[in-house]
């Protein structure tokens, strides 16, 4: 079987080691591995492979790919991957979901104290020399203990996030389309997706961590933000897509809500220009909540995992639900 494997990005630490390549080769000394580094050789490549170990898909790569049967990505996110022509084929795609919950959950933990104990504040005065103690109790800091927390999302990473502020003294609450569904430890109520607007007033902290799908897009906007108490803080590591990044940024600067954590972006880079960079009020973060020391160890022990499957004809780890969208 030929297999491409296409993990590349202008980011360093996003692009697959070869070394990985290469202990792919030794561990499946019966399959042709092709690696691409760059769409132009993917272009080339792609129309040879029976199965794919890759980061994203658009649909003229696809278009190339008539022997294309099984997609891995080392990613949970497939958004970017299913056009409608992928969803009508019979190709399988399987994610690498609940790899990067626990190291995902610990920034979201990172941001939320931050926030809470005024690290923004202090770090400005810091580079300043200035000994800011008045100005950072003028209002009181706050703790997890004792907070009520929304988490938009009860996959791995939601899942993971709400163990973590349970065991810190935080009522949990969550938000997710099968709300029937056994709660994840830690959570005391589920509602679903329609009764957020519901939801979101009685929460100190609201979490996204939901998939990006047709359903979840914008679920973040100006009506869900003016529902939220003005102490409240946002924090999204999911995708900036499901957040109205202009109506955030002006519920921010007019204090509608107390902060946000943010993670990922509409667009990224993040644009020099956006408000959202100079909010005292926020913690911005490069895209970097889910990249553990171990990544690409764990990343490539799942394909390996799987590959092997495909090969024996078993069930394959963490299929996609393609209609679902994750």
């Known amino acids: 079987m030929n297999i491409l494997v296409a993990i590349y990005s202008q980011v360093s630490a996003w692009n697959i080691p070869d070394q990985q390549v290469e ?22 490549l792609i129309g040879g492979a029976d199965a794919a170990f ?5 649909r003229d790569q696809f278009h190339l790919a008539p022997s294309l049967r099984w997609i891995h990505t080392p990613a949970a996110g ?8 992928v969803l009508d084929a019979p190709i399988v795609i399987s994610n690498s979901r ?3 919950a626990d190291v995902i959950a610990e920034h979201v933990l990172t941001l939320a104290l931050g ?46 996030v709400a163990r ?46 939901a998939p990006h799908t047709a359903s979840t897009r914008r679920m973040i906007g100006a009506p869900e933000l003016r529902a939220m108490r003005n102490d409240a803080i946002l924090i999204n590591v999911s995708r900036g897509k499901l957040v109205d990044e202009s109506a955030l940024a002006a519920a921010l600067a007019s204090n509608t809500i107390g902060g946000g954590g943010l993670d990922v972006f509409d667009r990224e ?8 960079w100079t909010l005292p009020n926020v913690i911005i973060t490069p895209h970097t909540s889910g990249f553990r020391p171990d990544h690409w160890d764990v990343a490539t022990d799942l394909f390996a995992e799987n590959l092997r499957r495909f090969d024996s004809g078993e069930p394959l780890l963490n299929v996609v639900d393609k209609a679902a969208g994750y």
């Open 164 to 209: 973590r502020f349970s065991a810190l003294g935080a009522t949990v609450s969550g938000i997710r389309r099968h709300p029937g569904r056994e709660m994840p430890e830690g959570v005391v109520r589920v509602a679903p997706p329609g009764q957020l607007l519901d939801q979101l007033p009685q929460a100190d902290i609201v979490v996204v961590a």
């Open 115 to 160: 926030l809470f104990r005024k690290l923004p504040l202090a770090i400005r005065r810091q580079a300043e020399r200035t000994w800011a103690q008045d100005e950072i109790f003028a209002a009181p800091t706050r703790t997890i203990g004792g907070a009520a927390a929304l988490v938009i999302g009860l996959g791995g990473i939601g899942a993971a």
């Open 269 to 276: 880079p993040l644009d020099p220009a956006s408000p959202l």
């Open 54 to 58: 890759m980061g994203e898909m658009t």
């Open 78 to 85: 497939v958004g970017s991957m299913l056009c409608q022509e």
């Open 98 to 100: 609940g790899m990067s």
């Open 23 to 44: 202990r792919l080769r030794r561990e499946f000394p019966a399959h042709a591995f092709v690696a691409a580094r760059n769409d132009e050789e993917v272009a080339r």
